[in-house]
């Protein structure tokens, strides 16, 4: 049985399923789940500061990774790790967190940093949503 669980971990890790740069197609429901994410997370006291990445049913708080897979199990009823909500997310951390080079897991050490506000939260989402809608109006129709 190990055996053939690290055959299949070297095999997603070789065809590019765990590559933290990967860039799935956008679609309109990548929009929705956005959407759904801020719903979410709409208040302070609905945040969840010290992100596990363990997202169990039944919670009152969110961490921002949390969310959006909630959002995504809605919207989609089909969380991927490396979807592509969840990965624009990632980019939107890189281009707008100055100690981005320090974290591990962007989502959770990002949610995480003492210096995150509930208001740098929500304008993670609304970049995001921002991103995704441009990539949409950007990508060829057949992909949406």
């Not at 799935?24 to 992100?51: F, G």
């Not at 995480?112 to 989402?125: G, L, R």
């Not at 609304?126 to 992909?143: G, M, Q, V």
Request: a neutral charge.
């Amino acid at each position: 049985m190990f055996i053939l669980a690290t055959a299949l971990t070297s095999f997603a890790l070789v065809n590019g399923q765990d590559d933290s740069e990967v860039k799935p197609p956008v679609t309109k429901a990548d929009v929705r789940i956005v959407q759904r994410a801020r719903e979410i997370l709409s208040s302070p006291d609905k945040w969840n500061r010290a992100d596990n990445r363990r997202c169990p049913d039944g919670a009152k708080t969110f961490s921002l990774y949390c969310a959006l897979e909630k959002a995504t199990d809605e919207v989609n009823g089909d969380f991927k790790h490396r979807g592509a909500a969840m990965q624009e997310a990632r980019f939107v951390i890189d281009d707008i967190a100055p100690n981005r080079k320090e974290y591990h897991h962007r989502l959770m050490d990002y949610n995480n940093d003492p210096t995150t506000t509930f208001a740098d939260i929500q304008k993670v989402f609304r970049l995001l949503e921002d991103r995704i809608a441009k990539r949409l109006e950007e990508e060829p129709k057949d992909k949406k």
